[in-house]
């Protein structure tokens, strides 16, 4: 048995070592997720090289400095333009590659498309699966109608076994392992899931995918359980980090990057899971507005942005009297830190109270919105809803809100309207420009822009005589 100073408890989700058990992880919070591990054999360096003296056997590293050119990496692209698109090109040759998802999200569905897709392209690719029998894979390909595809197939979890196959594959542009979780090293004691199995797996996937020169795609599960290793223990490992993201009610699946050695993160790319797999939805603002009906209150159209594509997108608010008791705060799809915000700003610089009411606010279509540029699109359906009318239906939102009620500037303002005015809107509700000597903002001529500096002068459209009366609308008095 093991002496008790020698114990070790690794968190599944960060990865933390600490030297007792505890229900929550101090370092990333995440509960239940702590369990014991096998100490990792002690790496032979450790005991001090520089006690040793600079005499011990060493090779001299060479430095370098910092002008120099080196050709771009050389990119594979797969085919599926949504999926290149958050690679940033395509596959780059000797990468390595980690797609999380929660299980049966479509990673390994995806995967598979992508890997046919380049086989047909006459690249070699090796697809291992560890969770599924060959026929299983056979079967879903057969469903997909992918079964002519070259590509090489095999159902393996001992990685010394694969390792050793892929020895003679420095032809291969892709390998798929799929998934990390259920691979297996035999000088490693713990059992396959587990943090030191992950990482040492991983180390070595990676180094060989490195010396041989082919893409690895590893698949990790997301699982709020701690008994399997999370993939964020394998973040750091890889070039590149893709989460596929959706509700499993919803057929849209986005495939978002949040980390990239080779390309832009914060891209995404959109799908629609269907009979036959996964397909690419080039536009999706027209998806996420598909199903909006105009005329009612609560509803606002946000102008946002994803990596270097806008995308429109409806937010829904719903308010339910609460008079007695701490009234809700429901969020899908946005942070409820920032509704809180938002709603005292509104309560404290504007005077509408929410707080006897439950506040549902949604974004629809399952997407999962980050940019704090979705603050006005956000007020103007709280706002909506609270004096029940409703926002003017072909107008877009965007700009953030600071704490004073200030509405301030964001990003690529022309790119959101031009977008806008590409889905058939005509009106824009975003900040007032400042004078800085900044690029002048060049408004797509079909829309008209209603620039606001205050929360209140929004507020103010909803509220009062004025709104109630219809103003008179003059094409520059666009009201909400
Ligand atoms: P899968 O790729 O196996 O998920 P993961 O590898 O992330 O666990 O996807 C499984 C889900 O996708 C499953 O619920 C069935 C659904 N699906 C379709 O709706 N259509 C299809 O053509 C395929 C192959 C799967
Ligand atoms: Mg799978």
């Known amino acids: 048995m093991a002496a008790r100073s020698t114990a070790r408890f690794v968190c599944a ?16 919070g995440a509960w239940n997720s702590i369990s014991e591990e096998p100490q990792e054999a002690a790496p032979g360096l450790s005991g001090g090289i520089a006690a040793k003296g600079v005499k011990s056997k060493h090779r001299k590293i060479a430095f370098t400095d910092l002008a120099g050119t080196a050709a771009p990496p050389p990119r594979a692209p797969t085919g599926i333009a949504e999926l290149d698109r958050v690679l940033g090109g395509g596959l780059v040759a000797g990468s390595a ?34 969770e599924e029998a060959v026929e299983q894979v056979r079967m879903r390909a057969r469903r997909l109608g992918l079964s002519g595809a070259k590509m090489e ?91 596929f993201e959706g509700d499993r009610g919803h057929q849209f699946r986005i495939l978002r990057g949040v980390k990239n050695r080779f390309g832009a993160t914060d891209e995404i790319g959109v799908f629609e899971m269907g009979e036959m797999g996964l397909t690419e939805v080039p536009n999706p603002s027209a998806l996420f507005l ?130 806008a005015e590409k889905l058939g809107f005509d009106a824009a509700c975003l900040p007032r420009r400042v004078a800085r000597g900044n690029r002048p903002l060049v408004a797509p001529a079909g829309l008209v822009l209603r620039e606001i500096g205050h929360l209140s002068d929004l507020v103010a459209r909803f509220a009062g005589p004025a709104s109630a009366t219809a103003a008179p609308a003059s094409t520059a008095t666009k009201s909400f």
Not at 122 to 127: E, I, N, S, T
Not at 217 to 223: A, F, I, M, N, R
Not at 298 to 319: D, N, T, W, Y
Request: aromatic fraction near 4%.
């Open 290 to 419: 598909a199903e909006r009906r105009g005329n009612i209150s609560g509803s606002a159209v946000f102008a946002g942005l994803e990596g270097s594509r806008p995308v429109l997108v409806e937010i829904q608010c719903l308010l339910a009297p609460n008079p007695g008791g701490s009234p809700r705060r429901s969020v899908i799809g946005w942070d409820s830190g920032r509704l809180s915000m938002l709603l005292a700003v509104l309560e404290t610089r504007c005077g509408v109270r929410f707080n006897a009411t439950d506040v549902y606010l949604n974004v629809a279509g399952g997407l999962r919105i980050s940019e704090p540029a979705a603050d006005l699109a956000v007020a103007a359906a709280l706002v909506s809803a609270a004096y029940d009318t409703p926002t003017d239906p072909g107008m877009v939102f965007f700009g953030e809100v600071g704490l004073s009620g200030e509405i301030r500037q964001v990003a690529q303002s022309d790119a959101r309207l031009k977008e």
């Open 97 to 130: 590659i980690l797609l999380g998802g929660d299980p049966g999200i479509g990673k390994s569905t995806i995967l598979l498309q992508a890997a046919a897709s380049l086989a047909n392209s006459g690249k070699r690719v090796l697809y291992i699966s560890g």
């Open 13 to 28: 989700e960060c990865g933390a070592v600490t030297a007792k058990w505890g229900g929550k992880c101090e370092t990333c």
């Open 153 to 243: 197939l095999a159902a393996a979890i001992n990685l010394r076994d694969i390792i050793g196959s892929l020895e003679a594959a420095t032809d291969a542009t892709l390998v798929v392992i799929d998934s990390i979780q259920t691979m297996w090293l035999d000088e490693i004691e713990s059992a396959p899931g587990t943090v030191s199995q992950v990482r040492a797996c991983s180390f070595e996937l990676i180094r060989a995918a490195k010396t041989r020169g082919f893409a690895v795609v590893l698949v990790g599960h997301v699982t709020k359980d701690g008994a399997i290793a999370g993939p964020r223990v394998l973040e750091h490992m890889v070039d590149a980090v893709l989460y």
